[in-house]
T-cell receptor, first 116, second 112 residues
Framework: KAGVTQTPRYLIKTRGQQVTLSCSPISGHRSVSWYQQTPGQGLQFLFEYFSETQRNKGNFPGRFSGRQFSNSRSEMNVSTLELGDSALYLC???????????????FGPGTRLTVT | DQQVKQNSPSLSVQEGRISILNCDYTNSMFDYFLWYKKYPAEGPTFLISISSIKDKNEDGRFTVFLNKSAKHLSLHIVPSQPGDSAVYFCAASAQGAQKLVFGQGTRLTINP
């Protein structure tokens, strides 16, 4: 099976702009989670989607949003970009819903977003 | 509020010796723990996990130990190999919770 793919791999935006990142999960996986990785902060959970519905959300402002399509592909949107949004954004997929983290998540390579 | 902490940002170990990576947590509701390995320009890769009903889990060169009373877990890699050089993240989840909580990561460097 092909792994989790994310596009684009690299992105440069300016403050105030908005950005959309895309994630294609492993075939057959219905759950997609998004994480933000910044130096010193590790991976911070953004949100999780299952069957086109957001199931859980982390502690991020409303500028961060997402959606999932019927084919399980997911997009993440950040509006009114700030310098602090510069980070690696990782998408992970798993077969079932993310309940108690019991099964393995498979991560994509990430999208490196730089806000200038 | 950092519920999962990896207090060593970096660790350097000689090839062939044992690497020990540590992780502490504060949330007593966590009952499942995982270790991920990350190379530059790649996403994290699952390594090994442990449930709170166990205190040790082995998979080849990798062993994870869990000390629930101390809220501490460690990953042992024996023997260490140059390909083990990467950033290692520990993560935890609670029963019924719907997210993984990650530590900040430890960069492991294996020296020839």
């Amino acid at each position: 099976k092909a792994g989790v793919t994310q596009t684009p791999r690299y992105l440069i935006k300016t403050r105030g702009q908005q950005v959309t990142l895309s994630c294609s999960p492993i075939s057959g996986h219905r759950s997609v989670s998004w994480y933000q990785q910044t130096p010193g902060q590790g991976l911070q959970f953004l949100f999780e989607y299952f069957s086109e519905t957001q199931r859980n959300k982390g502690n991020f402002p409303g500028r961060f949003s997402g959606r999932q399509f019927s084919n399980s592909r997911s997009e993440m949107n950040v509006s009114t970009l700030e310098l602090g949004d510069s980070a690696l954004y990782l998408c992970a997929s798993r077969e079932g819903q993310l309940t108690s983290g019991r099964s393995e998540q498979y991560f994509g390579p990430g999208t490196r977003l730089t806000v200038t | 509020d950092q519920q999962v902490k990896q207090n060593s940002p970096s660790l350097s170990v000689q090839e062939g010796r044992i690497s020990i990576l540590n992780c502490d947590y504060t949330n007593s509701m966590f009952d499942y723990f995982l270790w991920y390995k990350k190379y530059p320009a790649e996403g994290p890769t699952f390594l090994i996990s442990i449930s709170s009903i166990k205190d040790k889990n082995e998979d080849g060169r990798f062993t994870v130990f869990l000390n629930k009373s101390a809220k501490h877990l460690s990953l042992h890699i024996v023997p260490s190999q140059p390909g083990d050089s990467a950033v290692y993240f520990c993560a935890a989840s609670a029963q019924g919770a719907q997210k993984l909580v990650f530590g900040q990561g430890t960069r492991l460097t294996i020296n020839p």
